[in-house]
T-cell receptor, first 112, second 113 residues
């Protein structure tokens, strides 16, 4: 019940295209859903986050769509750029210790 | 400091040796987390500190792993009698309060040979 399932494992997108990464969770106590971006040799950095009281949040080219009834959320990267090539992790948090539970990651490659 | 600082950035150790990994969280951050990231894998939770106490140690994989935090600031993760399967990147994160944004350090890459 603590798992967050993420797909796809890897993704190749052409420059200018839309990248879509999906996550699903089971624990209804989760109340915070961030996405992290990680470049090789670096720690994860927060990209965008959403709480379950809204269905969508947009920041620049990055959008989170959230479906509470389906217990799913997704990251959309519009107009994908080669500089977006990185590993993306979804995560969820909720409960007494507020620890983040991470998905297994998606390696995104944006081809020029 | 400006961000979460971890040291060393890289550590190569022989199987059976003990290692200590250090994390300096962002000043004023009350919560601190340790995660482990194996090659090509997600982030595995190890332990959470609120102040100097650890209310959640559920992710520590064995009794060879321990961690402490002093002065509500610096934390040390200790791995005793290291094994090859301990090889991974160990990441530390801190948050101002338990339900705010988590900031990660760059990690310590541990290689056990």
């Amino acid at each position: 019940q603590q798992q967050v399932k993420q797909s796809p494992q890897s993704l190749i997108v052409q420059k200018g295209g839309i990248s879509i990464i999906n996550c699903a969770y089971e624990n209804t106590a989760f109340d915070y859903f961030p996405w992290y971006q990680q470049f090789p040799g670096k720690g994860p950095a927060l990209l965008i986050a959403i709480r379950p009281d809204v269905s969508e949040k947009k920041e620049g080219r990055f959008t989170i769509s959230f479906n509470k009834s389906a217990k799913q959320f997704s990251l959309h990267i519009m107009d994908s750029q080669p500089g977006d090539s990185a590993t993306y992790f979804c995560a969820a948090r909720g409960g007494a210790t507020n620890k983040l539970i991470f998905g297994t990651g998606t390696l995104l490659a944006v081809q020029p | 400091g400006a961000g979460v600082s971890q040291s060393p950035s890289n550590k190569v150790t022989e199987k059976g040796k003990d290692v200590e990994l250090r994390c300096d969280p962002i000043s004023g951050h009350t919560a601190l987390y340790w995660y482990r990231q194996s090659l090509g894998q997600g982030l595995e939770f190890l332990i959470y500190f609120q102040g100097n106490s650890a209310p959640d140690k559920s992710g520590l994989p064995s009794d060879r792993f321990s961690a402490e935090r002093t002065g509500g600031s610096v934390s040390t993760l200790t791995i005793q009698r290291t094994q090859q399967e301990d090889s991974a990147v160990y990441l530390c994160a801190s948050t101002l309060t338990p339900n705010t944004e988590a900031f990660f350090g760059q990690g310590t890459r541990l290689t056990v040979v």
